[in-house]
């Protein structure tokens, strides 16, 4: 396979030179793998934490900045995080208001953010936790013990980090992304295996006219196989899949998300389809975002995320964020 890489071991340590060079606005500290902001800690405001395995651009670091996180933590690709960089990451941006660690749950994460916590507490940090488990497809899957986390942790990290700006307490901080992690499902679907660098070749074989519906973000396996489908065919499944669950009884957000080697062209075809589908379900869309956001390295297809919405919760959607991979009302 070819990439665009130096060499697999220094893959992650390029990838945030890179980020610093693209980025003064951001603190990339390479050895220690942690990307914050450069202004924190902001006097006042909970600092939000979060991280996971490499591979899935750009969940974490390219969501830090005003409006959203205040540091992220880069594993070494699809591995979490080590408890010594979200101890130091959350030091780094604790103004004595307290720190929201916002973890996907896979088995790793969850135990290493759970000793950094205990950790920084034991320094004088207060941090509160929210596990992000939206993933509908399966339970107890690869990594997993309950539902994988995918794309409501961008939903999470963005309405909790206009909270958080606002400059409210961390128990109000941590109830918010608590709800909206509970207003969340997601379904996801490839067409095409991932490939790691380390490996250098796909890491599961999907044949050329299948796919698979309900794959996690690593390339763990999905609820069935089954010949390629339409567009609508895949949206009207992914709906279905996350409604049976939901249940929404008023507007959603709506992330219609690629894995990292989908076209835009074909995502915002996906994404009428899903508005179509949810519209003759009468679910009504408040607003939509489409692009590549959890990704999974070279993996081809899509994923579908719904959050239900108060008026609240859509305030602080719109609220003005400035990071590298998301931006408006600045």
């Not at 101890?87 to 720190?99: I, K, M, P």
């Not at 006219?209 to 089954?226: A, N, S, T, V």
């Not at 279905?240 to 915002?268: C, K, Q, S």
Request: hydrophobic fraction near 45%; glycine fraction near 12%; charge should be negative.
């Amino acid at each position: 396979m070819k990439m665009l890489i130096n060499v697999p071991e220094t893959v992650v340590a390029d990838a945030l030179r890179g980020i610093a060079a693209a980025h003064p606005d951001l603190t990339v500290d390479v050895e220690n793998r942690v990307v914050a902001r450069r202004d924190a800690p902001v006097a006042g405001k909970v600092g939000l934490v979060s991280g996971g395995g490499s591979g899935h651009e750009p969940l974490h670091a390219g969501f830090v900045g005003p409006g959203m996180l205040s540091a992220a933590c880069p594993g070494e690709v699809f591995t979490s995080p080590v408890p010594d960089q979200m101890v130091r990451a959350a030091a780094a941006v604790d103004s004595g208001a307290g720190v929201l660690f916002v973890v996907k749950n896979y088995t790793g994460d969850v135990l290493n953010f759970e000793m950094a916590a205990e950790l920084a507490e034991d320094e004088g940090v207060q941090v509160a936790q929210v596990v992000v488990d939206d993933d509908v497809a399966v339970s107890d899957s690869t990594f997993t013990a309950g539902r994988r986390g995918t794309g409501a942790t961008l939903f999470v990290e963005k309405i909790a980090g206009a909270l958080a700006d606002e400059g409210a307490p961390l128990d109000r901080v941590a109830a918010v992304a608590r709800q909206v992690n509970g207003a969340s499902r997601s379904f996801g679907v490839a067409l095409g295996a991932v490939t790691t660098p380390a490996k250098g070749s796909p890491t599961f074989d999907l044949p050329s006219g299948e796919l698979e519906l309900g794959i996690g973000i690593h390339g763990e396996p999905g609820r069935e196989r089954r010949p390629m489908m339409t567009s609508g065919e895949i949206a009207d499944f992914a709906v279905n899949a996350i409604l049976e669950d939901l249940r929404p009884t008023g507007p959603v957000l709506a992330l219609v998300n690629g894995m990292g080697a989908t076209p835009l062209l074909e995502l915002y075809g996906f994404n009428a389809e899903v508005h179509r589908a949810l519209s003759e379900r009468g679910v009504p869309v408040a607003r939509t975002l489409v692009g590549n956001y959890v990704t999974s390295l070279d993996m081809a297809g899509c994923s579908v995320t719904l959050c239900q919405v108060d008026e609240e919760l859509l305030r602080l959607w719109d609220a003005p964020v400035r990071t590298a991979a998301l931006r408006w009302g600045c």
